[in-house]
């Protein structure tokens, strides 16, 4: 097999790079190691920058998120028990809209399929070699089958835990990691939610997280110790532990009900650089991950996909590769800046179970600056809204 643009990975940031070079005429196959179900099946943020947005409406798949997607123009911060808004409209003249990254997944695949275009699935890429030449090529298995696909170039789409990263030479690649030292319970529940914004709670029992994936459906989430068991935790649990970190009012408002999932997920921030290896590029997840604090992962993925996607357009149509020697520096700045973000947020949030008394009075002081101070709730408010591309 023979393709343009070999592309590992149907999450997110694959099927919208592929979505964006078919567009453009440029030929690509996606190869998925999953089923289209289990990809379907992953729980995850949904916060939109306005970037991001108009990347989808730029693949074509705007048109649901645009009808059913939340605008939000602001959220909550819930501090001894009291709720501050912090007005995203007010403050930068943007929102974000609030839309399942289930449901952006689906879209895109059902695009994919609509053009006709080739996703492999149920078949993990165990090999990608020749990058550092003209002819890179990946090698899967499928049902069984040992099999191979010839590309100009690859783009590694494939995660955290992808073979993207690991098939680069080890000196060729630095990684930067913070791993902190809790978790997150999350719990998905046909519930209203219980504001009409989201509501991030710092608590000195711990952060906690309302937010929502539509009208009916909320998200909810406890900072948790990482050797916590998920077992361990009954819906009632869940809920009793949620309501005792809320304000008064949020704890009178919520609607509890049967868990339709519940997991929990570890924290960290991750960057690989460079981005690039020759004919092979990471992208998405496969290069960084962020806390979920900011809602800034899957808008990170969009905004490498921008970068690689016009690098190799202009590859193939102006005849330029001033774009796609570019990509790894472009993209670098932003996720640069995102990471902090995301970093600053859950540093200021949460609680560290080792900080000492400094530490948490200077956690305490940010979070007292940042919420009566115009130019820092500003400088919050265009962070989350999202930096410009
Ligand atoms: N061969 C084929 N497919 C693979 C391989 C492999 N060796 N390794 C990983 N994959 C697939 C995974 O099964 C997954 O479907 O690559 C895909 C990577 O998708 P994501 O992990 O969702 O990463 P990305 O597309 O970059 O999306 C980032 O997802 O994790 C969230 O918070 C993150 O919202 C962000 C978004
Ligand atoms: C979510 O809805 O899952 C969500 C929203 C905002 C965040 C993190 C997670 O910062």
Redesign the pocket.
Known sequence: MRTQVAIIGAGPSGLLLGQLLAKHGIANVIVERQSPDYVLGRI????IETGMQNMLDEAGVGTRMRAEGLVHDGTLISVSDRLHHISFKDLTGKSVL?YGQTEITRDLMEARAAKGLQTIYDAEVTEIANFDGHTPVIRFKKDGVAQELQADFVAACDGYHGIGRRSVPQGAIQEHERVYPFGWL?VLADVPPVNDE?I?VTNPKGFA?C???SKTRS?Y?VQCSLSDDVEAWSDARFWDELKSRLDPVSREQLVTGPSIEKSIAPLRSFVAEPMRFGRLFLAGDAAHIVP????KGLNLAASDIYYLSRGLMEHYGEKSDAALDAYSKRALARIWKAERFSWWMTQMLHTFPESSSFERNMQRAELEYTLSSKAASTALAENYVGLPY
């Open positions: 995850r943020a949904g916060v609030v999350g989201l991030y997280l937010s929502m994936r998200r989430y979920p604090t900011g809602a």
